[in-house]
């Protein structure tokens, strides 16, 4: 009985698509995007509903994370499995802003599969861009999805094709093509109000790379599933903050801005180490100059271009 509800959706669904095609100029889902998005990821994943699915989450990204938003929140400690089948389908790496200034930077083709020791998840972690790389900013969904949300919205960044041509045919209105230079601005404007890049892998967005987010504590999903839930939905930028003692003067900017509430105050700043991603947040915010960032091997391995190509 339930197979047979299954097959009866699907040909519902296929059907749709195709009357769509054939006859709704306007609402006609297979564009050119479309069929290059299929076009790479193959018939299995037709046929395995992940193409379904990457097509729903990039054309309604909005309405797919407000959906997600509304749901009832997970219990105060959820179990293992469920924690982690999250973060193994769709997680983040915390960038450097050097690292993230770097990737919009790229002159020439990178391709890297298999970054176990960057991004330590069963899937989606390749990296594939052509240089210099496609660059689509978008309105950040966890932003859309808050009653009063930070700004601007439109910070979120696609990167690198089938992508950016599929956003941009599909949400002409709250998306937009920058150049290398316009991207770096937007970087360093959303490092300078508070927001960490984060570099963010997806297995149904063709197991790889596919966006620069510039995330805020208030609104951003990841942050607040690792903060309250422990759902590890991030993983280190392979640094960790470092505190001058004898320039903090305590004054606790540092404290308030970090996203991860890693940082106290004890006459001078101090600094979680187990808990700190390596955003580089808390440098840009002080004003004293008293924080930095240094490398830690223990926290794994930097997504640097530089290096990994």
């Not at 296929?14 to 297979?30: A, D, K, Q, S």
């Not at 290059?36 to 994943?45: A, D, F, N, T, V």
């Not at 989450?57 to 749901?71: A, D, G």
């Amino acid at each position: 009985m339930l197979r047979t509800v299954i097959f009866i959706v699907i040909g519902v669904l296929l059907t749709g698509i195709l009357v769509l095609w054939l006859f709704g100029e306007r609402w006609r889902p297979f564009r050119l995007s479309t069929w290059r998005l299929l076009r790479e990821g193959g018939l299995k994943r037709f046929f395995n509903f992940s193409f379904l699915h990457t097509y729903i989450y990039m054309r309604w990204t909005n309405q797919y994370v407000k959906i997600l938003f509304s749901l009832p929140p997970p219990p105060p400690r959820p179990k293992p499995r469920s924690k982690t089948w999250l973060s193994d389908h769709y997680h983040g790496k915390v960038l450097t802003p050097e690292h993230a200034h770097m990737i919009i930077n790229l002159n020439h083709d990178i391709s890297l599969r298999d970054l176990e020791q960057v991004i330590p998840y069963p899937v989606a972690r390749d990296l594939i861009l052509k240089g210099p790389p496609d660059v689509v900013v978008y309105e950040c969904a966890c932003r859309h999805a808050q009653p009063n949300p930070c700004k601007p919205t439109q910070v979120c960044m696609i990167v690198g094709q089938p992508f950016t041509d599929f956003v941009l045919e599909h949400n002409p209105q709250s998306s937009r093509r920058l150049t290398q230079a316009e991207a770096l601005e937007l970087l360093e404007a959303e490092y300078k109000r508070g927001h960490l890049h984060s570099a963010w892998f997806k297995d149904a967005m063709l197991d790889r790379f596919y966006a620069i987010c510039n995330c805020c504590k208030c609104c951003c999903g990841g942050i607040n599933a690792m903060a309250r839930y422990g759902i590890p939905m991030m993983v280190s930028s392979g640094y960790i903050a470092k505190v001058d003692e004898t320039s903090c003067t305590a004054c606790g900017t540092c404290v308030g801005s970090c996203a991860f509430g890693v940082l106290s105050l004890n006459e001078v700043s101090k600094v979680n180490w187990e808990k700190c991603m390596g955003c580089g947040v808390c440098v840009g915010q002080c004003t004293s100059e008293a924080m930095s960032l240094v490398r830690d091997e223990k926290k794994g391995i930097p997504l640097d271009v530089r290096l990994l190509s």
